[in-house]
């Protein structure tokens, strides 16, 4: 059997990226001033979180020459919810969008896939499988050597003028770093955690779950199970339950009808990504009212995983009305009757929850929402808790000239989406996202340090011509010519 001549393997790709980002001048030499305060360097960015996020903004950053490290409080590999939390097959993006990569071809996915598996593989690949998205994550953090701390979690940001403190814990113990610019790449949930209705307060917390949380779905072999939601979690978590044995699903869908189209989806191309921080307000709230109200479609293969199995039951304009214990039994009152559980999933999305990430409490107390901003009427509440941020995803005050310091801590994370568009957490833009903020922050970094950088350039002495290239005459040594 020929071997496929398109399969290069990882070190060669490894020895390509090397070679396109020489033919680059990538990454771009250290620039920054070197600054320390009582003797501690002051590092350029600080990046909170290392998933997709983290990565393509700390290679963005190393290749506009910036110092960054990433720190995440998860164990190395294991960063974002791929490996973790997220249970779908495979991801919901089209297999050629580019990613993380920068605008580096053998940066993307589809050159680490073909490198081991060739281009006819590729052309018979769907989607791509889920935990194979987080190898090719944890493969783009080694071949781009970044600076990753795994195991540290942040544990304060204390804002001053001229940079931030993060009080760290870390496998060594406390530690403290201080840092000129921090950015939040903290994912979907980066500035809250998950939306729970408030029914589930009247249930023990060991008798449901969030479909972020790390469930142990094995446990629910045998049981009766009910999912509240039709988005691509709620069949995620669905499917799970099913395979792990549950004896069956019920899927409750306050809606008359599943979602069909991705309303969004028409507006993903360049000019949105380009263009959609420049809108005015009123279209900004008038976009984002439109998606929530319409909602996203879970993804087809997401809804065949669950419909094959016949113990699994879609309960359309299905609605919650109350939940109580009776004896070992979960009681749920809906619009369409009583019904009765031995677990609930609630597949009920995220909200900014400041008080679930007491780290930011600074940045809680001093920042501005688009709700100061004023709301329209009818407004989706949760798009009013998005932080407002400036055009370095900066978070800005909300009493303008205090909180100084504030506009150094940067919102790289979903909650940005009100301010810049889906261009911090899905991977369609996280590119153009990345180099976006790349660019702010080392703009700023030049700003603040110009008097260096022109003392600098007084000071450089490094001669382009020598004087011997051709023969002076002077005017005194000879006539012109009449």
């Known amino acids: ?10 070190e060669a790709l490894n020895r390509r990226v090397a070679r396109e980002l020489e033919l680059l001048t990538l990454p771009a030499a250290p620039w920054v001033p070197e600054r320390a305060v009582s003797g501690e360097t002051l590092l350029d960015v600080a990046i909170i979180g290392a998933g997709m996020a983290g990565l393509a903004a700390a290679a963005a950053m190393r290749n506009i020459g910036l110092k960054v490290v990433n720190y995440d409080r998860r164990p190395q590999g294991y960063e974002g919810p791929w490996a973790t939390t997220a249970r779908m097959e ?5 297999k050629t969008l580019t990613g993380p990569a920068l605008g580096i071809p053998s940066l993307t996915f589809r050159a680490w896939f073909e490198a081991q598996f060739g281009s006819q593989t590729w052309d018979e690949l769907d989607k791509i499988p889920r935990l194979m998205w987080m190898d090719y994550l944890r493969w783009f953090r080694a071949v781009l050597a970044l600076d990753v701390r ?6 304060g940001i204390h804002l001053g003028p001229d940079y931030a403190t993060l009080e760290i814990e870390a496998p060594a113990g406390r530690q403290r770093v201080l840092a000129r610019h921090v950015v939040l790449a903290t994912g979907r949930d980066g500035l ?13 917390r060991e008798r449901w779950a969030h479909s972020s949380d790390e469930n142990d779905y094995a446990a629910l072999r045998g049981k009766r199970v009910a999912v509240i939601g039709a988005g691509a979690s709620a069949m995620d978590s669905a499917g799970t339950a099913l395979e792990a044995g549950a004896a069956r699903v019920d899927l409750l869908i306050r809606r008359r009808d599943i979602p069909r189209i991705n309303r969004g989806k028409g507006m993903g191309h360049p000019g949105s990504v380009a263009g959609y921080r420049y809108l005015p307000d009123d279209w900004k709230w008038r976009i984002n009212g439109y998606i929530a109200r319409e909602q996203v479609p879970p993804p087809r293969a997401s809804v065949l995983r669950v419909s094959r199995h016949p113990n699994a039951f879609f309960r359309q304009g299905t609605a919650l009305l109350s939940a109580r214990m009776e004896g070992d039994e979960i009681v749920v009152e809906t619009s369409a009757g009583t019904m009765r559980f ?16 007491p780290f930011l409490a600074e940045i809680a107390a001093n920042a501005r929402f688009w709700s100061d901003r004023g709301m329209p009427d009818n407004a989706e509440p949760s798009l009013g808790a998005m932080p407002d941020l400036g055009p370095a995803f900066e978070f800005l005050p909300k009493v303008p000239d205090a909180s100084p310091g504030l506009e150094r801590v940067h919102c790289f ?7 810049h568009g889906t261009v911090s957490g899905d991977i ?12 702010a922050i080392a703009g700023r970094l030049f700003v603040e340090d110009v008097e260096t950088h022109f003392a600098r350039g007084q000071a450089y002495a490094e001669p382009e011509i020598f004087g011997d290239e051709w023969v ?11």
């Open 1 to 10: 059997m020929t071997a496929d001549p398109d399969i290069e393997g990882l």
């Open 90 to 94: 495979t991801l919901r993006s089209p």
């Open 150 to 155: 795994n195991q540290h979690d942040i544990a």
């Open 192 to 204: 809250g955690g998950p939306y729970v209705p408030p029914i589930a307060e009247s249930l023990p």
């Open 342 to 357: 031995d677990f609930i999933v609630f597949s009920t999305g995220f909200k900014v929850d400041w008080d679930n990430r």
């Open 413 to 419: 994370c979903y909650p940005a989406m009100m301010s």
């Open 428 to 439: 369609p833009a996280i590119s153009d996202g990345a180099e976006r903020l790349s660019q």
């Open 472 to 482: 002076p005459i002077l005017p005194e040594e000879t006539a012109v010519p009449v």
